[in-house]
């Protein structure tokens, strides 16, 4: 035994010595973990020590810590909190902070390292923990995100998690991730918001006053305020009350409020087409996380819409763009295949569909995206008898369409596989697996689809 690993035990020997004398270790259990940790020090103090022996340690300690915490409930052990309370917990940090010191290359241990800290709610721990990691890792989104959403969430605090988004957005401009979820932290803030509006009553007293402003006015009758006596005499000093009440009023109001009527995520969004102006999949992702906040209605269209918008002039030949915006009726649909509106949204996709194909350029793609959709409805086990019979014939006019421009993709070929299998017609499908693989070769979506046959 190395002096080092004499040392680390211990260490320890104190917690021991406690939980043997509340009785919640037995001496033999003592003397076990004392043998379990020296193995575990002995390992690490090797020369080319391995990420598996610190995960292992600290496995070993984590699982010790919940039978430590089960057998004080089960004994009732109450009393003020000693070495044995606490001294589990500082163990597996150490061994956290030892092993991110050693492989500081790894991002997944750093997370492991961050999200214990949560647990056991440590701030200095996790701040200290937060600073190495981005210090060592400043190119890492992950990181960046970790950190803005534990200030927001945890600390509530948003001008810090604001912050840790945007410095992390300097030096990951190219990020998807970064962009959407910053926007994703300003949509829930402003939930929080209108949550508390609602709680305080702002929104109804706003209601309440539209009605005795439109009122005032019926009878061709302009209202004039109310002068009092006191008001009159110049002496008397104004009401300081009234200008506050102005002030409150115009904070408020949502209408006046760039917090509450979405202006910080538009910005964000408008920033984030400009890092990323050839992404076609980060407005798509924009526009279902802005769709997703239904309690923001307001909010949501302006955002949807001006996403939308981006879309069209942008990319307006763009096949996974166009296929975007072809399908969005259903995709606003609540309940999906089983909304009472469903018929209607599909029937709008299905005739948009030639119009936007003379568009897509290439047509390959638009057909493949087009065809996985529909396959993805026709195996919905809940889909109505009429429905199935309609998109099953709009799916074998599609693909025999496609096949015949030339313009059916490796992908279309290995949904009209799985299509024919569904239907269990395995001789067709395996002709036309044949055809696939004479024209675009072997690929994973044909593997893929050669396994299923």
């Excluded at 589990?88 to 790894?106: N, Y």
């Excluded at 992950?142 to 959403?149: E, N, R």
């Excluded at 992702?285 to 819409?305: A, H, N």
């Excluded at 024919?420 to 004479?438: F, I, M, T, Y």
Aim: hydrophobic share 40%; net charge positive; proline share 4%.
């Amino acid at each position: 035994m190395t002096d080092k690993v004499q040392y680390y035990i211990e260490q320890g020997l104190p917690e021991l010595k406690d939980l043997e004398q509340k009785k919640i270790f037995s001496k033999l259990e003592c003397k076990a973990i004392m043998k379990k940790r020296t193995e575990f020090e002995q390992a690490l103090a090797r020369r080319i020590a391995k990420k598996t022996d610190f995960l292992r340690y600290v496995e070993y300690e984590m699982n010790l810590e919940t039978l430590r915490k089960k057998r004080v409930k089960r004994l009732n052990i109450r009393g003020k909190p000693t070495v044995s309370d606490w001294a589990g917990p500082r163990r597996i940090f150490f061994i956290l902070d030892r092993a991110t010191r050693k492989f500081h290359g790894d991002i997944a241990l750093w997370v492991q390292y961050i999200n214990y800290a949560r647990s056991q709610k440590s701030n200095k721990v996790i701040n200290r923990a937060f600073a190495s990691a981005l210090q060592m890792h400043p190119t890492c989104p992950q990181l960046w995100i970790l950190a803005a959403q534990y200030q927001f969430e945890e600390n509530g605090d948003v001008t810090a998690g604001r912050t840790f988004m945007q410095r992390g957005l300097r030096m990951n401009k190219d990020s998807e991730d970064m962009w959407v979820e910053y926007a994703k932290l300003e949509m829930v803030y402003i939930a929080k918001l209108y949550a508390r509006r609602r709680i305080l009553g702002i929104d109804e007293q706003e209601e309440e006053t539209k009605p005795e402003e439109s009122g005032d006015e019926e009878d061709g009758n302009i209202k004039l305020p109310t002068i009092i006596a006191a008001e009159m005499d110049d002496d008397t000093p104004k009401d300081k009350n009234l200008l506050s009440e102005v002030e409150v009023k115009a904070l408020t109001n949502a209408a006046n409020n760039p917090a509450l009527s979405g202006a910080i995520p538009l910005s964000i969004t408008k920033s984030a087409f400009s890092a990323l102006p050839k992404s076609t999949s980060l407005p798509a992702r924009l526009w279902e996380l802005f769709e997703s906040f239904k309690q923001l209605p307001e909010v949501r269209q302006q955002l949807c819409q001006m996403v939308e918008d981006y879309l069209r002039t942008q990319f307006p030949n763009t096949p996974k763009a166009l296929f975007f915006l072809l399908v969005l009726p259903t995709k606003t649909l609540e309940h999906g295949a089983v909304d009472p509106a469903f018929p209607a949204a599909l029937r709008e996709v299905l005739i948009g569909f030639s119009a936007t194909l003379v568009a897509a350029r290439p047509r390959a793609e638009l057909y493949d995206l087009f065809l996985a959709y529909l396959h993805e409805y026709l195996s919905l086990p809940a889909l109505e008898t009429n429905l199935e019979k309609l998109l099953s014939a709009f799916f074998a006019k599609t693909v025999k369409d496609a096949e015949k421009e030339g313009e059916l993709g490796a992908k279309g070929y290995a949904v009209w596989v799985r299509r024919l299998l569904a239907k269990e017609r395995n001789a067709e499908a395996g002709q036309v697996l044949e055809r696939a693989v004479r024209k675009w070769g072997e690929s994973r979506d044909l593997g893929e689809a050669r396994e299923l046959l």
